[in-house]
């Protein structure tokens, strides 16, 4: 009665943290190993220009809600430089002013973003204003109608209208028409704008944006691309400069067409380039923030949105379980004999902070050291409270004293002591001290080194990266564990040390 | 060298007791722990045990407090020879035995002299809980040091040879005595290095030893035979095991038990989680003498008279 309740208890836990952890898992994609990475395109935009006597004022477009991106970091260094950053007010652009009121020699300005791509789409919109249609002298309109005529036959739809127009103006051997409408318009930034300006005559709402193509690394370029308006999906839709439609998947879209990308003291000058370097990041930090535009409360509610440094003692705390567990195997079906029942995982916690060679030499030596005071104080003869404190304050001094040595020899490593603990390093000195009074020294280093072997391997698999990245980001985990520890609750085989201990009676029996 | 699979097979055959079957199916299921404390403070058992009129050993004073250590040399003054003991000590933890005096100093039982200084600081140390078993503040006994039966002193080094009993729901299933040696320091516990020997129940005839691991037929020490040897007072020694069961409460309990020249037997403390090493000291498994029991209790037939229990385990532990 009694044995089935617990089963069914454990059964449960296991079912529970197996089943939350499948839909953390598979629903919403959260990533099983560290080494799981997502790119990220690291953009440093440069600006130089040789600035005039007096005050200078440099204004550059950002990026910004570009469809299929979200920006994880921007930095800004402009040395001696005013800056202020404004959006419009329509919440569709942004750019940094960046003020000097005296500067000499060439002048160059940073911005660096780091763009990751979180498959995001552009929400819904509503049409906007219709631009002003070109004004063209008499020859033009004529090739302008006679253009436009010819387009409209040829197209089914606003957005074949404009792809087929985008066409025409790339033709390596333009029409008549267009070689003259295109004469005074040689740039592809001039084209566009001229492209939105047909397009207004025909009533199709179009607009233009300055967009990176985040291909290859190196050196990056802002080219034009066409937008027009589709009245049903209430989205835009964008063409290249040769009328292809269509998103191309790596193309982060800067800053809207209407106003230039780079403007030095009100006039369009200086020199701007661009640099794009894609690297890999954690995909754990991607699914949070896709995680967080589709439903904040599942990550509201989680280890995941505390601060930083809460994360980190929680990615630490979430490993002692998995000690806890490791010492219950070892002892109940090993066999294992320590010091104490969870000294072992306390020692291996503090080994995270040092790395595990250097933990062992400094626990080693903090330990020897005390025990040499602790064998000198038994000659002292103190009670054991006053002796424990003496001990514990023995240890801290031996602990400062470590970390400045260890300092003035720039042994980083050293200075990690101070995180060890304590408390437990000074019972396991009156521990080691008492078990070798009344057991002899044989026994007490036998036990001593057994539990510093154990520390070590539960160091080893409590800093395993992937386990640690599993409990940390599927907590539920440690149930599946607390079912397995129940089920091992009511465990009476043999310890593998008993038949060991027992083997004299084995050996006397005959299989028969 | 057997692989641990063929071991594990033949201790099951054998029907070996391990630490986790015993605690798991008998000191948590027999063993209410509100009844701890009859056991785990020995002041307490002594106290059960002389209102249950068994033999213990008689409690010369009763240390509580530090200042009643330096009075302690005064009020011991009429005994040659005492035992210092923590009341909560385990596995024979901080136990001294002084034999005798010389001056101001005091002579342990090995034979060493100890200043009251240090006399003083080893009880003080007993006191603030070093030898206790969770470390809390503890009290200690002072008690008659038991001289021992001569039968023991050609197998003994330097110390009291002590009878363990192991009583299941009052029937006693198991013994062994226990040598100490040289190595064992006079103390009488195994995995100290003191020499398990079984004893065959029905006849209280020693049958086989065990030193460590290892079977043994001789003392280490004095090299005299360990095996046929008769426990004196045999049946005496099986009727307190059997009613140290209405005296504790505790279904599953370890007894144990010393001969005095004079005495007698008496008791020296109960222990709630007897070890496993008297089966090694049998040769035989403790699982089939517990489910003989458990077999009587399913029946109803488990009796409550003490002599009876004895009875059916004479009948029927025998130790070949």
């Known amino acids: 009665m009694r044995k089935t309740q617990l089963y069914l208890v454990a059964a449960l836990m296991i079912v529970i943290g197996l089943a939350a952890f499948y839909y953390k898992w598979h629903v919403l994609s959260f990533p099983l190993t560290p080494v799981e990475q997502t790119e990220v395109w690291d953009i440093q935009a440069r600006v130089e220009y040789q600035p005039r006597s007096g005050p200078n004022q440099v204004t550059l477009q950002l990026p910004m809600n570009s469809p299929g991106f979200s920006i994880l970091d921007e930095r800004f260094m402009a040395r001696g430089y005013g800056m202020t950053i404004e959006r419009d007010r329509a919440g569709s652009g942004r750019e940094v002013q960046w003020r000097i009121r005296r500067a000499r020699g060439d002048q160059a300005l940073y911005y660096r973003a780091t763009v990751y791509r979180d498959g995001a789409v552009e929400a819904p919109g509503d049409r906007p204003g219709q631009s002003q249609p070109p004004e063209l002298e008499e020859a033009e309109t004529a090739a302008a109608n006679a253009l436009l005529e010819q387009v409209r036959e040829q197209s089914v739809d606003s957005a074949s209208f404009a792809s087929r127009l985008l066409r025409e103006f790339s033709e390596p051997s333009p029409s008549p028409e267009v070689a003259l409408l295109l004469r005074e318009r040689a740039s592809a930034n001039d084209r566009a704008q001229f492209a939105v300006e047909l397009l207004a005559i025909r009533n199709i709402a179009a607009r233009w944006v300055h967009a990176l193509e985040l291909g290859v690394d190196g050196a990056g370029e802002l080219r034009p691309y066409l937008q027009i308006y589709d009245t049903d999906a209430r989205i835009w839709r964008m063409l290249d400069a040769q009328g292809r439609i269509g998103w191309p998947d790596n193309l982060l879209v800067w800053s809207r067409g209407d106003r230039p990308v780079l403007d030095v003291d009100g006039a369009r000058g200086g020199r701007f380039d661009i640099r794009v370097q894609s690297s890999l990041v954690d995909s754990l930090e991607a699914a949070v923030k896709r995680l967080e535009f589709r439903d904040e409360n599942l990550v509201a509610y989680s280890l995941l949105s505390l601060p930083l440094q809460t994360q980190d003692v929680y990615k630490i705390l979430l490993m002692v379980p998995i000690g806890a567990f490791i010492m219950l195997l070892l002892r109940n079906l090993i066999g294992v004999k320590t010091f104490g029942t969870f000294m072992p995982v306390l020692i291996a916690l503090s080994f995270k902070w040092t790395s595990l060679l250097a933990g062992v030499i400094l626990f080693v030596l903090v330990v020897g050291m005390g025990l040499l005071v602790r064998f000198y104080m038994e000659r002292l003869k103190l009670l054991l409270v006053p002796r424990l404190t003496s001990i514990l304050i023995v240890v801290v001094l031996i602990m400062a004293f470590v970390s400045v040595l260890s300092n003035r020899l720039g042994l980083e490593v050293g200075l990690s002591i101070a995180l060890f603990p304590m408390i437990i390093m000074t019972m396991t000195i009156e521990r080691v001290s008492v078990a070798w009074d009344e057991r002899g020294p044989g026994y007490a280093m036998k036990m001593a080194a057994g539990s510093l072997l154990i520390a070590c391997l539960a160091y080893l698999v409590m800093s395993w990266p992937p386990l640690e990245h599993l409990v940390f980001v599927f907590p539920e985990v440690l149930l599946v564990l607390l079912g397995l520890t129940l089920l091992l609750g009511r465990y009476s085989g043999y310890r593998l040390t008993e038949l060991f201990r027992f083997r004299a009676l084995a050996r006397s029996q005959t299989d028969g | ?320």
């Not at chain 2, 010369?60 to 035992?83: G, M, Q």
């Not at chain 2, 809980?129 to 002193?153: A, I, R, T």
């Not at chain 2, 109960?270 to 008297?278: E, T, Y």
């Not at chain 2, 089966?279 to 399913?298: C, D, F, K, S, T």
């Open chain 2, 1 to 320: 060298m057997l692989n641990p699979f063929t071991i594990a097979r033949r201790l099951r055959r054998i029907g070996l007791l391990g630490l986790n079957a015993r605690n798991a199916d008998y000191v948590l299921l027999y063993n209410q722990r509100r009844f701890y404390p009859r056991v785990d403070d020995k002041l307490q058992t002594k106290n059960l045990a002389i209102a249950a009129g068994l033999p213990v050993p008689a409690l010369y004073a009763v240390v509580r407090e530090e200042h009643e250590i330096a009075a302690l040399h005064d009020k011991l003054a009429p005994y040659e020879s005492f035992v210092v003991k923590p009341a909560h000590g385990s596995g024979g933890d901080g136990i001294l035995v002084i034999h005798g005096r010389r001056g101001n100093r005091y002579r342990r039982a090995g034979g060493s002299l100890m200043s009251r200084g240090e006399f003083e600081h080893h009880l003080s140390n007993g006191l603030s809980g070093l030898y206790s078993l969770g470390g809390q503040p503890d009290h200690l006994l002072v008690e008659y040091c038991v001289k021992f039966d001569p039968v023991f002193e050609k197998v003994s080094y330097g110390g009291v040879p002590d009878v363990r009993i192991i009583s299941f729901l009052g029937y006693p299933v198991m013994a062994m005595i226990r040598l100490p040696t040289r190595m064992s320091d006079g103390k009488a516990n195994l995995h100290q290095g003191a020499i398990g020997v079984g004893i065959d129940i029905p006849t209280g005839l020693t049958r086989r030893g065990v030193w460590g691991t290892e079977p043994v037929e001789e003392h280490p020490d004095t090299e005299n035979s360990i095996v046929g040897l008769a426990i004196p007072h045999w049946q005496e020694l099986l009727l307190i095991a059997a009613r140290s069961y209405e005296l504790s409460g505790l279904g599953y309990v370890g007894v144990d038990i010393v001969l005095d020249r004079e005495l007698g037997p008496l008791i020296l403390e109960l222990n709630a989680r007897p070890g496993l090493s008297i089966q090694i000291a049998n040769g035989q498994g403790l699982e089939p003498r517990l489910r003989a029991v458990q077999q009587l209790q399913r029946s109803g037939n488990l009796s409550a008279d003490p002599i009876e229990r004895v009875a059916f385990a004479c009948s029927h532990f025998a130790t070949t």
